[in-house]
């Protein structure tokens, strides 16, 4: 393949998993903005999403569609739920103080992972997508009749990538207005700009808390469930969206939903690019560091606003 | 002879000025009191002189070195001291720990250490319980233990910012006690709200409003200023 | 008794009790313990960090493994014997704590934990990167050949114990050093009420820039003698886990402890080595460890004995 249409593969598959990231980030990103705590068992969420996915398809059988449109539904309520109790059983009773969080969230992150490990064990498994029509893609070239349409071999996506780039694009449309336009949304934006305010205006704000945590769950939960069908489901899978994620929420700026979003489609974009033109290991060293430089110098983001 | 002096020292917050111009001088051996109603800037100001907080503009003048740019520890190891007015003692270690700390700076060796740490608990009256935790001193106390850090420094400078607050009536007697005998070694910059404290220990009072030093003198001076009574003493 | 001298027959005692050990262990728990030292080690030099200055990384496996392949690789590559190889080792953690010191320190709380767990990714991934040399994954052997000091085979488990517990024994001395000494007790300030500690005068940035030197040095120390005494470099040494795991052995010993290292590694390792016999998700004892001392017991074994019977406890 020449290089044109190769860069727009890449780009292709680039955006499926900007996607992705997109729904994982913003789930981590909600719970930091609102919460101020740093969820690291995020991935495992994920990683369940998929697994429940799994799960719910194997039970049902049938047509494919039939058990994914429930795995759709089913995985990321459950997970959603488990996030809740997590919430409530232990976040709630350390008062949400920052470092203990981690160290706690640290420990639900191998619960997670090892009860996975002990229950659906250490194969990797495929769940069926419920349509994959292999959809070629012309392109252009400048013949002796000016520019010609041609179908470069391996150029080419499925209709299935093009719906999860829908699916994440209706559901972060989704999330944006839930936030913005409902009233628990109001709630929550409340909570986020002063905790101590919202208690004294009798705002729940342990239960806000509960449905933020299982909120940010659920969206990586869904977000696993979308891709699942594309790659596998594996009990070690969480820890590449969570590293993803983390880049991604800090590059937008610590709690901040439409950073997050510009930064996921930045992210997802040039990873897909820049594995085009270096190994994989290198783009991932170069993103852990950039990550780690941009806390250091630029702990607003690099698009967010340095607060006075 | 100045020991500290300030030119035009101004900080902003998001287009607030906390402070604004303040031209300040205050010579060696002083006891100076700042006072002002709250929000006047005091505490900003303060944070100015010590580093705490850096200025928008303006230098700050210590012992004839220009320290506007010093981070805070160094200015404090030129011989400022400072006294929080949020008591920030450390809660969980204990009383002679919390003076030896501020002592070891100063002094090398176990036994010089010891023996200033005593003196200074002794001086503000907490000689009785020194490995007591410092979290399970009644407010009073922890006020007296911030002061007694401040005394084992032995500094140049002594910046208390409002240390009778939370004291009962003996207690602030025996402050004021304290406060005349410290001046004798050193400089005294006190925030203050309590008029009894500043009018019989204060040789000069600073007033304060709205960022700005509004007025200056001796206290019966100050007492008998119409600005500052329409300012600040107008309710009091 | 005086409390230095309670101190000092408790350590004491706890050192010529590991020694004698050495001579009734079977040889199955008498590997287990040399290890655990080494181990417990690293977990000490953590402690500097965390429970002395109390500041928490989640990238200590960094240190760790610039210890450990410091040493590996110049036995490897460059042929040095144990001990230059040694100092290799603790001189690539040295290196790499200032350069990682003088970057995260310029954060705090959250960001710090985050910008640790970042840079020892980065490392990790580094390690897997030039896998010409490191050989990734599959790690190195270090030849018996190779790992002969003064005269001393320390691929002889006897041998190999007096070697870890001198490892032990000189940290641990150090610790006990460094608790007592102005620089320790800044630490502990600085703990306590950073501000409070700037406003007494003290640098707090070069303070624990120094912290995370010397924790950074013990634990490349200590990984280089594990490397040196268990004959193996490898990957998984620099792997987020090996950052958790020092967490885990000083919160469950008690943070801020000279022992709880010790107590939380040897408690941890065992409880491991148990469960791995029935399952294959050992770690889920870590997850529940983890979630049930951040409940319950955030001061850890040893600082609940502090807290409730020996207040002298260092």
Request: charged share 15%; aromatic share 10%; net charge neutral.
């Amino acid at each position: 393949m020449e290089f044109a249409p190769y860069l727009f593969l890449a780009t292709l598959e680039g955006a499926v998993t900007a996607a992705v990231l997109a729904l994982t980030a913003v789930g981590l990103s909600l719970v930091f903005g609102v919460m101020r705590v740093v969820n690291v068992a995020h991935g495992e969420f994920f990683m369940l999403g998929a697994v429940l996915a799994w799960w719910v398809a194997h039970m049902l059988g049938g047509h494919p569609g039939l058990g994914f449109a429930a795995a759709l539904l089913i995985a990321p309520l459950m997970v959603g739920l488990i996030a809740v109790a997590a919430d409530m059983t232990v976040l709630k009773r350390i008062e949400y103080d920052p470092e203990r969080t981690i160290v706690a969230t640290i420990g639900i992150l191998y619960i997670i992972q090892q009860v996975t490990l002990m229950t659906y064990g250490p194969d990797a498994r495929p769940v069926e997508p419920p349509f994959n029509t292999r959809l070629a893609i012309p392109w252009f070239r400048f013949g002796e009749d000016g520019v010609e349409l041609y179908w470069p071999w391996g150029l080419a996506t499925t209709s299935y990538k093009l719906a999860v780039i829908g699916a994440a694009g209706v559901v972060l449309l989704c999330v944006w207005l839930l936030m913005a336009r409902s009233r628990i949304g109001l709630l929550m934006r409340a909570t986020q700009l002063d905790r101590e305010m919202a208690l004294a205006f009798a705002i729940p704000v342990e239960r806000i808390y509960a449905i933020v945590f299982g909120l940010g769950a659920g969206l990586a939960a869904l977000a696993a469930v979308l891709i699942v069908p594309i790659s596998q489901a594996h009990y070690l899978m969480g820890g590449d969206p969570l590293l993803l994620s983390f880049i991604v929420v800090i590059i937008g700026g610590l709690g901040s939903l439409p950073g997050t979003v510009v930064a996921a489609i930045l992210i997802g974009l040039s990873d897909g690019i820049i594995s085009v033109f270096f190994s994989p290991t290198l783009a991932k060293i170069l993103a852990t560091l950039l990550v780690a430089l941009v806390l250091v110098f630029r702990p607003q983001g690099l698009f967010g606003v340095r607060r006075a | 002879m100045s020991l500290l002096s300030t030119s035009g020292l101004s900080r902003h917050f998001a287009g607030l000025k906390a402070v604004e111009g303040v031209d300040f001088d205050l010579p060696e051996g002083q006891i100076r009191a700042l006072i002002g109603p709250n929000g006047a800037g005091k505490t900003t100001f303060v944070g100015l002189l010590c580093g705490r907080i850096a200025p928008s503009a303006g230098r700050v003048i210590f012992g004839g070195r220009d320290i506007s740019h010093l981070p805070a520890h160094r200015r404090i190891n030129l011989g400022m001291a400072y006294t929080f007015q949020i008591t920030s003692v450390f809660a969980r270690l204990s009383v002679a720990e919390n003076v030896a700390l501020a002592a070891r700076r100063r002094l090398r060796g176990r036994v010089r250490v010891d023996r200033a740490v005593r003196s200074a608990l002794d001086r503000v009256g907490l000689g009785a319980f020194p490995r007591q935790d410092a979290g399970d001193l009644s407010y009073g106390h922890q006020r007296l233990l911030e002061i007694a850090m401040g005394l084992v420094q032995e500094p140049r400078l002594l910046i208390l910012d409002e240390p009778t607050q939370g004291l009962a009536d003996s207690e602030i007697a025996d402050f004021k006690a304290l406060i005349r005998d410290v001046s004798a070694t050193a400089t005294i910059l006190l925030i203050e709200h309590n008029m009894s404290v500043v009018m019989e220990t204060a040789d000069m009072v600073t007033v304060m409003n709205f960022g700005r030093i509004l007025a200056e003198g001796t206290p019966a001076e100050i007492h008998a200023d119409p600005a500052v009574q329409t300012a600040y003493l107008g309710t009091g | 008794m005086s409390d230095t001298t309670r101190t000092m027959t408790l350590h004491v005692a706890v050192l010529a009790g590991l020694l004698a050990l050495q001579f009734v262990l079977p040889a199955y728990h008498h590997g287990n313990l040399a290890r655990v030292m080494v181990l417990a080690s690293y977990a000490m030099g953590y402690n500097i960090l965390f429970g002395y200055t109390g500041l928490l990384s989640l990238g200590h496996a960094l240190f760790f493994a610039a210890g450990m392949y410091g040493m590996g690789l110049a036995v490897q590559h460059l042929g040095a014997g144990p001990l230059p190889a040694l100092g290799a080792g603790l001189a690539a953690g040295v290196a790499v704590s200032a350069a990682l010191g003088a970057l995260a320190l310029r954060t705090a709380g959250v960001a710090f934990m985050i910008v640790t767990l970042m840079f020892a990714q980065a490392g990790y991934l580094t390690v897997l990167y030039f896998g010409t040399w490191t050989r990734g994954d599959e790690g190195f052997v270090i030849a018996q050949a190779q790992r002969v000091l003064w005269g001393l085979d320390l691929s002889d488990p006897a041998n190999r114990y007096f070697a870890a517990l001198a490892l032990f024994a000189a940290c641990l001395l150090s610790v006990l050093w460094l608790v007592h000494s102005r620089f320790g007790r800044v630490l502990v300030a600085i703990r306590e009420n950073e501000e409070r500690t700037r406003m007494l005068g003290y640098d707090v940035f070069a303070h624990k820039l120094a912290a995370v030197i010397l924790s950074g040095a013990m634990s490349a120390l200590a990984g280089a003698c594990y490397g040196l005494l268990f004959g193996y470099v490898g990957a998984t040494f620099a792997s987020v886990q090996y950052s958790i795991f020092p967490l885990l052995w000083v919160l469950l010993g008690g943070a801020g402890t000279v022992l709880g290292p010790l107590i939380g590694t040897l408690f941890m390792f065992y409880l491991i080595d148990l469960s791995s016999q029935v399952t294959t998700a050992y770690m889920l004892i870590a997850g529940v460890v983890l979630v049930a001392l951040t409940l319950f017991a955030p001061q850890g074994l040893a600082g609940e004995v502090r807290a409730r019977l020996w207040r002298w406890l260092p």
